[in-house]
């Protein structure tokens, strides 16, 4: 059996963790290779949708907000503030708030609002009504496990069509917690780079194997997802999947995650995510978990990994 990323072919081990996010118990065995450690499933499981659906939290439906002129505006220029298109007085910049997330993975790309973005597997697209609300025009929604295509009051659209029969091109195209569970990985990056424009560029979230937490908890690690989640990188697999289709890195970052981390607990313990609201979580476990993610964050040790990849 042979690595489907570096094609490594010996010192392969098997690993066996359950489904828990519905809580089914069930048994899936994956594969970690000896070379670059990455994990996968084998064989992927035959009709993949049937394992999403409305119990799934990518396919709850995102709340559509309505905003004050005002508001509408004042998020519109602090948008253009963390793009780095303009600089806000002291005054304004505390009105707006501090800097949501999500403009830490978006300025390194140089989009501005009027850029075109897909988000790829985005669900019902809780992200790209954020964005839409921060005066972003363009863009475009995909997920193929959504039942129908869905026509959002704000004007955002989500296709449910997979990456292949998608029309047009991006300047920037997100995966969130995505690409793990695509079963073609080398075909879904040479896909990706030839929807983007001239300069574009990719953002790919994803779990990390070897991480702390995957070392910690081994196979009750809440990012296993077994099943949905087909393959599960670390940094050097996802480099050489990456490079394997000419894809330059701008980047890579890594963030702990403290719920991830109580998630694990649970799972350890034999308690499905179905049955987390009947067990409290332990305060002293929380504030431990704050201190390590602290250290982690510091080390690049986290279990999610952001990878920024642009063409040019």
Known sequence: MNCPICHHASGHTRHTPREMMFGLRESFEYWCCGQCRMLWIDPIPNDLGRHYGQGYYSQQPPPEKNSTPLLTWLKQQRARHHLGE?????????????????????RPFGVSLSSAILDLGCGTGGLLLKLRREGFVNLTGADPFLPETIRHASGVTILAE?????????DLIMLHHVLEHMPDQHATMERLRARLNPGGGVLIRIPVAQSHAHRRYGVHWMAWDALRHLYLHTVTSLHRLANSTVFPFLRTTTTPGRRICMGCEYYQRDIPHPEWGRHPDPPETLAAFRTLTDQLNATLDGDTACFYLKIS
């Open 86 to 106: 303009r600089t806000l007085p002291g005054a304004l910049m505390a009105l707006v708030g501090r800097r949501p997330i999500h403009f830490r993975w978006l």
């Open 162 to 170: 997979p990456l292949e029969r998608l029309d047009g091109r991006f």
